[in-house]
């Protein structure tokens, strides 16, 4: 007997993946990047890698040496594939993979064997930093980059303070090519352009340029089935801690997604979902595996109709800032349980 699953489908675009690659270029001007750590900011690193190769992205950036083991299996030899957190010299099976080197140790261990250099320009977080730079003389590293701390505010004086140093240190590097942008670096000026910009969040949609439009086309699109309908008069409490109460003869739709699936807790009665185009307040506490929303306002919503908790009014965005977090953290929380879908580019 064939039994229906009950399951909250996760939609993902490759197209627009590939889309917002070919923007991102346009608006570099110059090579990008495609940068897959936390697998592919949890839509897939796999296939978001293979529809970028095939498109033409020839540069790939992970975190971790086990994720750049995978994307090397799933996309075969040919792109570069770059660890930014590096590895060990001895990395069994690293071989075919390029160390970011963040270190004076790092770049010892790994003499001789080609490299990234990450140099520390102001945020103090991974590379190289000021002080030790010296000690680089005649390196010739496949590629000299440094990450931007505030990109995202292109009035913050470190933007220009960073390239600046980038671009002081980058004379010490004759000839050797430059990486400086992440997504919002590209959207500050020709001043922050390089060679290759590495850009993560704005290839899965989120917006590079906070408080202007979002010039990425969306990627992901999540639908919940609803479980259960169900009709409550006024005064009646909804969920864990009775923190709703209703105050009209409500309409409660009980759909299968909860925090263990990366819906965060935080967007407890906070959350806006959607159906066809219709907004649909949350209501109550996120639980586990249910959230609940008010449909009074949706005569026409049936169980087994699914109301849209990501897409078009509820974007990654727009939940980060009702939840307090960013987009990123949206996106890489997204859970397992979700049936993936993914729509060829
Ligand atoms: C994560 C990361 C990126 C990508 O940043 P986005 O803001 O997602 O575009 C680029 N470079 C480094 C060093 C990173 O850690």
Redesign the pocket.
């Known amino acids: 007997m064939m039994v229906a699953a009950i399951e909250a489908v996760l939609s993902i675009d490759l197209g627009a993946i590939v889309g917002n690659w070919r923007r991102l270029v346009a608006a570099h001007g110059a090579p990008c990047a495609g ?1 897959l ?1 936390a697998d592919g900011y949890g839509l897939g690193a796999a296939p978001v890698g293979r529809a970028l190769a095939a498109a033409g992205c020839r540069h790939f ?1 992970v ?1 971790h040496l086990a994720e750049g083991l995978a994307l090397r299996a799933a996309l075969g030899p040919g792109p570069l594939v770059a660890v ?1 957190n590096g590895f060990g010299a001895g990395a069994d099976g690293a071989a075919g993979l390029t160390p970011v080197l963040n270190s004076l140790a790092d770049v010892a261990a790994h003499q001789g064997r080609p490299g990234i250099l990450q140099l520390d320009t102001g945020m103090a977080r991974l590379g190289v930093p000021p002080a030790e730079w010296g000690q680089l003389a005649g390196l010739a590293p496949l590629l000299l980059m440094t ?1 931007l701390a505030s990109a995202d505010r292109p009035d913050h004086p470190l933007n220009a303070m960073q390239a600046g140093r980038f671009a002081a240190a980058s004379t010490g590097f004759p000839g050797v090519a430059t990486s400086l942008a ?3 670096g590209i959207f500050l000026g020709p001043g922050f352009a390089s060679d290759l910009a ?5 290839l899965y949609g989120l917006n ?1 340029t906070p408080g202007l439009p979002n010039p990425m086309l969306p990627v992901v699109r999540l639908e919940a089935p609803v479980l259960q309908l169900r009709e409550i008069p006024p005064g009646t409490p909804v969920g864990y801690g009775a923190t709703w109460v209703a105050e009209r003869p409500t309409r409660v739709a009980t759909v299968a997604a909860g925090y263990a699936d990366g819906y965060p807790r935080a967007l407890s009665g906070k959350a806006i979902a959607s159906f066809q185009g219709q907004p649909v307040p949350l209501i109550g506490r996120v639980s586990m595996d249910l959230t609940t929303f008010d449909v009074t306002d949706l005569p026409g919503l049936r169980p087994g109709d699914a109301l849209t908790l990501i897409g078009p009014g509820c974007t990654p965005d727009e939940l980060a800032e009702r939840a307090g977090t960013i987009g ?1 953290e949206i996106l890489t929380s997204l859970g397992a349980r979700y049936r993936r879908q993914y729509q060829p580019a």
């Open positions: 940068v750590k950036f975190a930014l990450h992440a997504s919002s590495r850009p993560g969040a704005a590079p990123y």
